[in-house]
């Protein structure tokens, strides 16, 4: 496994203060980037909180998930939560440390009071001081939240006052873009209101009990309500690891509704991803959660389409310049706007999304420009099955007849076969997951010349 190490630098820890117009929640930010460039300590709001003791849990949920490692036993230090300015709002995001379970904390234009709300993406400071007195705020104290210093911050003389230092594994990177390119093949399942959204959280297991885990879960609706069923079956939704959702009972006295996404799934299917969302007033809490509780995104192979072709990273380097910060990117204006065709910018769109440079709101079933702080180009120089597939191509391994291609591996050979649906393998990767988990490394070699291949004849023909 490949690490390096993050480094946080802020002026300050963040902290609740007491101020002359009640308490003020100053949020410390770390370098990222602005619609003005990169900035050391950006500032994205100054106002005040509609529901300050809602956004109050909602933030710690996405602290929890952060400090998280369901299904481990493993202890580590957690990553500070990510926050986005897109304009109308603020996002809150973290990854589990385990890489299964995704937050996102969406403050809604409507649960913000006052105050301009900027453009860019960094790391906020969320430290135990921090937890313990968000912990604490009531339902009625007025509350002003500062996401970024008050005035522009000038780093003193002997160097940022707080540094953490995080190591980061390549995969928690390959996770946190891999979830992005999951959820937006996800549809609404299932959606519940009031009484009954809190009947059916309250009905889920608290804490994260890795040894009593009940693994997947398959549930369809029923009524106002969802069903548990002893099997999947056209229209269910599954819940992988129910403990996983243990973040949503800080915010239960304020939940007014809950919306369940996935993937279309058949009988017999196999485990998938699952979104569970949470409505606030004037936010909104979602987590989405792996297909197994010791299985994290980072292996889910949903990305190696995208980071395989030329075509569509030449596409992504001209759609990132037309991005702004916006909240709710559409594809067709998008293409419009590149000269691309849909299904081309939705490609280039599922690129940048690989490197962290746009999300997916399953709400609003569409992408939103923000800008991981990492360095995003690991998601792909650390891809092992991408590697591996170049590696066949380099050393001319694989070889193509028709709708069938041959793929020399050591002492033989893998026969990869593809008509006009997916391509199958002969490997034993291809016989455990059937394509579950993406293409092996044969079948994406194969795909990848096919590519190659066909653009060589489309050039001639020009």
Same mark, same amino acid.
Not at 8 to 27: E, T, V
Not at 29 to 42: F, L, M, N, Q
């Given at each position: 496994?490949?690490?390096?190490?993050?480094?946080?630098?802020?002026?300050?820890?963040?902290?609740? !203060?007491?101020?002359?117009?009640?308490?003020?929640?100053?949020?410390e930010?770390?370098?990222?980037?602005?619609?003005?460039?990169?900035?050391?300590?950006?500032?994205f709001?100054s106002?005040?909180?509609?529901?300050?003791?809602?956004?109050?849990?909602?933030?710690?949920?996405?602290?929890?998930?952060?400090?998280?490692?369901?299904?481990?036993?493993?202890?580590?230090?957690?990553?500070?939560?990510?926050?986005?300015?897109?304009?109308?709002?603020?996002?809150?995001?973290?990854?589990?440390?385990?890489?299964?379970?995704?937050?996102?904390?969406?403050?809604?234009?409507?649960?913000?009071? %006052?105050?301009?709300?900027?453009?860019?993406?960094?790391?906020?400071?969320?430290?135990?001081?921090?937890?313990?007195?968000?912990?604490?705020?009531?339902?009625?104290?007025?509350?002003?939240?500062?996401?970024?210093?008050?005035?522009?911050a000038?780093?003193?003389?002997?160097?940022?006052?707080?540094?953490?230092?995080?190591?980061?594994?390549?995969?928690?990177?390959?996770?946190?873009?891999?979830?992005?390119?999951?959820?937006?093949?996800?549809?609404?399942r299932?959606?519940?209101?009031?009484a009954?959204?809190?009947?059916?959280?309250?009905?889920?297991?608290?804490?994260?009990?890795?040894?009593?885990?009940?693994?997947?879960?398959?549930?369809?609706?029923?009524?106002?309500?969802? !069903?548990?069923?002893?099997?999947?079956?056209?229209?269910?939704?599954?819940?992988?690891?129910?403990?996983?959702?243990?973040?949503? *009972?800080?915010v239960?006295?304020?939940?007014?509704?809950?919306?369940?996404?996935?993937?279309?799934?058949?009988?017999?299917?196999?485990?998938v991803?699952?979104?569970?969302?949470?409505? +606030?007033p004037?936010?909104?809490?979602?987590? +989405?959660?792996?297909?197994?509780?010791?299985?994290?995104?980072?292996?889910? %192979?949903?990305?190696?389409?995208?980071?395989?072709?030329?075509?569509?990273a030449?596409?992504?380097?001209?759609?990132?310049?037309?991005?702004?910060?916006?909240?709710?990117?559409?594809?067709?204006?998008?293409?419009?706007?590149?000269?691309?065709?849909?299904?081309?910018? *939705?490609?280039?769109?599922?690129?940048l999304?690989?490197?962290?440079?746009?999300?997916?709101?399953?709400?609003?079933?569409?992408?939103?420009?923000?800008?991981?702080p990492?360095?995003?180009?690991?998601?792909?120089?650390?891809?092992?099955?991408?590697?591996?597939?170049r590696?066949?191509?380099?050393?001319?391994?694989?070889?193509l007849?028709?709708? +069938?291609?041959?793929?020399?591996?050591?002492?033989?050979?893998?026969?990869?076969?593809?008509?006009?649906?997916?391509?199958?393998?002969?490997?034993?990767w291809?016989? *455990?997951?059937?394509?579950?988990?993406?293409?092996?490394?044969?079948?994406?070699?194969?795909? +990848?010349?096919?590519?190659?291949a066909?653009?060589?004849?489309?050039?001639?023909?020009?």
């Open positions: 496994m490949t690490r390096s190490v993050q480094v946080f630098a802020y002026l300050r820890p963040s902290a609740i !203060r007491n101020a002359r117009d009640g308490k003020l929640l100053a949020l930010t770390s370098g990222g980037s602005t619609a003005g460039g990169t900035r050391p300590h950006p500032s709001f106002g005040f909180l509609a529901s300050p003791q809602a956004a109050a849990a909602g933030l710690l949920s996405v602290a929890d998930v952060a400090a998280a490692r369901y299904g481990q036993r493993l202890l580590g230090r957690s990553l500070d939560p990510v926050v986005s300015g897109n304009g109308d709002r603020l996002r809150f995001e973290s990854f589990s440390g385990c890489r299964g379970v995704h937050a996102r904390l969406d403050v809604l234009r409507a649960g913000l009071d %006052g105050g301009q709300i900027g453009h860019g993406t960094t790391n906020v400071d969320v430290n135990v001081p921090l937890r313990e007195a968000l912990s604490r705020i009531g339902a009625g104290d007025p509350t002003r939240l500062r996401v970024g210093p008050d005035e522009p000038v780093t003193p003389l002997g160097g940022p006052v707080l540094e953490k230092k995080v190591p980061l594994p390549d995969h928690w990177l390959r996770g946190f873009a891999e979830t992005q390119v999951i959820a937006s093949g996800f549809d609404l299932a959606e519940l209101t009031g009954d959204a809190l009947g059916f959280l309250r009905s889920l297991p608290r804490g994260h009990a890795r040894d009593s885990s009940p693994g997947a879960q398959w549930l369809t609706p029923a009524g106002r309500s969802l !069903r548990p069923v002893t099997r999947p079956a056209p229209g269910a939704v599954c819940l992988p690891g129910p403990e996983r959702l243990a973040a949503l *009972q800080r239960l006295r304020h939940v007014t509704g809950l919306r369940v996404y996935g993937p279309p799934v058949a009988a017999r299917a196999a485990p991803a699952s979104a569970w969302e949470v409505s +606030m004037g936010m909104r809490l979602t987590l +989405m959660l792996s297909p197994e509780t010791s299985r994290g995104f980072s292996g889910e %192979g949903g990305a190696l389409e995208a980071l395989s072709t030329h075509e569509a030449e596409d992504a380097e001209l759609v990132s310049v037309l991005l702004a910060w916006e909240p709710r990117i559409d594809p067709a204006e998008l293409a419009e706007r590149a000269g691309l065709s849909v299904r081309r910018a *939705q490609a280039a769109l599922t690129r999304a690989t490197a962290g440079r746009v999300g997916y709101d399953t709400a609003e079933a569409a992408y939103f420009h923000r800008e991981l990492y360095d995003a180009e690991r998601a792909e120089r650390h891809t092992p099955r991408l590697r591996a597939a590696a066949l191509l380099d050393t001319g391994a694989v070889t007849d028709g709708e +069938m291609a041959s793929v020399a591996s050591g002492d033989h050979a893998h026969r990869v076969r593809h008509a006009s649906g997916p391509l199958s393998c002969t490997c034993p291809w016989a *455990q997951y059937r394509g579950g988990r993406g293409p092996c490394k044969h079948a994406l070699a194969v795909r +990848m010349l096919r590519r190659g066909a653009s060589e004849r489309v050039g001639s023909a020009r």
